[in-house]
């Protein structure tokens, strides 16, 4: 059977689909009462620093087009095999089952509390779980037609969220005039790029579907910048209209800030457009992360980095043994609780350490495989003698580095440092 291909349009969402999810709208509120206006300052930054790395991940799928684990074969052909397993396994898995179950424990709260009051909100998440598990073992097809209209739901309702609050258009007059940063100006900005990081993280996702894409050699940039430009769009218009419907201590501290601001903007049609926001975010997560994911296991068994049996594939083509160890993890942390979205920003910033590990990994291998390979193929217009690598790099240290302040940022360190020397080990 003749699978279809991916146009510029099903490859945005597919980078998308993992960066917008409902632990980044508690992220957003959060920097939004942090640094104000200066928040979209950070997420500016971001947005260009995660362009560079869409410069770098496009010339490695040029480089090595038929690397079915993109990442993992990356960093493999750069600088061996131990390395590549301990970003992979860290980046791809780790963190990436926080994320998802972060996710899954926010969209089964908000629903069981919108549509189903009395049921536990695990099943709701195991529901949700379960279904995008069946979705993404149909193959490319279903996963292509799902994906796009859960990420264009989300954008769309993000986008209108924002500027609804902006402009008083249904006449719902804002609470609060204004918000006085925690951490006003360029300290403010410094301290939350490493927040907005978040937001913006996972555009990759699209790599390891290029052979499944109509023109790959072009759509692999395109799709990860344009879904970062919109992106960065839509949550700063969000962001701005947050903070004049959401008391500064509730974005601060509540686990469902977005909620909030629903209701207080439309009521309860608020409240249940942000409800279904909230499964299409908690879908298009879990959908590109398991897509995802799969495949890069499934290139990891190619070269021997994980077991052989992560090669198997269903009719449809899927990768299914790569799904199981994600989705099993997930069933086990919502099922015993562990899954709960207390401290969910915190969960998101040790994640990030790992993220920033395989950024400045994939710039490196850029580097390391210009200068090993320097007549092989690749858009000789995006090299800028390697300014934007060297940039990512000293950026992402720094980010890492200052990931937060004070004891939170010990703790967050403390835990990535412990993760990492044990994959190392």
Partial sequence: MEKKKLGLWSAM??????????NCLVSLSVGMAQAGNGFIISMIIVTILNIFAAMS?????????????????????????????????????????????????????????????????????MVILVAFFLVNLKGIDI???????????LLISMGLFGIIGLTNVVGSAPIYSNVTPVQPGASGVAATLALAFWLFIGGESVIPLSKDMKNPKRDIFLAFTLGLIVICIVQSLMGSAM??????????????????????????????????????????????????????????????IVPKCFLKENRYRTPYIGLLPIAISDAVLIISNLANTEGITFICQAACCFWLVTYIMMHAAVLVLRKKYPDAERNKKMMFLGIPQIIGIVVDIYMILYVDTGITRIKILSIFGVLLVALVI
């Avoid at 990442?71 to 089952?97: D, E, R, W």
């Avoid at 207080?264 to 299409?280: I, S």
């Fill in 13 to 22: 969402a597919a980078s998308v689909g993992l960066i917008v999810a409902s």
């Fill in 57 to 125: 991940f496009s010339e490695l799928n040029i480089l090595m087009p038929d690397a079915d684990g993109g990442t993992s074969q990356y960093i493999s052909a750069a600088f061996g095999k131990a390395p590549s397993i301990v970003c992979n396994i860290s980046t791809y898995v780790i963190a990436l089952i926080f994320a998802s179950t972060a996710e899954l424990a926010i969209c089964g709260t908000v629903l069981s509390q919108l549509f189903f009051p009395g049921v536990d909100p695990r099943v709701v998440s």
């Fill in 143 to 153: 996963f292509a037609n799902v994906q796009n209209f859960m990420v264009y739901f």
């Fill in 243 to 304: 903070v004049r419907y959401v008391a500064q201590d509730e974005m601060l501290s509540s686990n469902s800030p977005q909620m909030t601001f629903a209701i207080n903007l439309l009521g309860d049609f608020g409240k249940y457009w942000m409800g279904l926001a909230c499964l299409m975010a908690a879908g298009s997560t879990l959908s590109a992360q398991y897509m995802s994911s799969s495949k890069i296991l499934h290139g990891m068994a190619q070269d021997g």
